[in-house]
């Protein structure tokens, strides 16, 4: 629970409030306090570690979808940019606190992950969008960006790099996103 504001404050019960209190000094959670010296957030260390081990694998993968991409012929590059309200701007970038697992600013957060090239006869080249999921999902809205990025021809295809285990190894598999965008209800 996030105490903001003296009227949030003032609206929390009294177990509510110990309960905060209780976490603050439980050696299982993490407390960000405000400059006023309230209860910012709280996490749970456990979720804190796992989050930043999801983070580095997920990293660890794209690197591996990048590589197995540049082997087959392709020419990738990070997309840094986003769409919004059916235009396509920059994404912003994430400014974090400094520490030894991340950098200040993150910048690779565009949708899809990466653009990619191939050239085909006649000097033209084949561009496509590449999203890398680890479970292959993607969410509603990740659906919808997809199908306006193919409407308005800015990719030619969009792929989904998933990660599937076979027999202890660990292998990228392609889904193109228009099978996807098929089974998507209306």
Known sequence: MELKSVNVEKKL????????IKKASSEEYITEW????????QKKKSNVERGSM??????AFELKVRKDLEEKGWIIDKWSNNLEGGKIIPSKRVFRKFNASMGVMTIGTGFPDFVAFQKMEN???????IEVKMNGTLSRAEKEKCA??????????????GKVKKKNRVRVEYVNVEEILGRMRE
Do not use: H, T
């Not at 000097?123 to 969008?129: E, P």
């Open 13 to 20: 019960k009294r177990r509510d409030f110990l309960e905060e």
């Open 34 to 41: 405000d400059d006023e010296g309230r209860i910012g957030i």
């Open 54 to 59: 999801s983070k580095s694998s997920g990293g």
């Open 123 to 129: 000097d033209l080249f084949k561009v496509i969008g």
């Open 148 to 161: 306006w990025y193919l409407e308005n021809g800015i990719f030619s295809e969009i792929l989904i790099a």
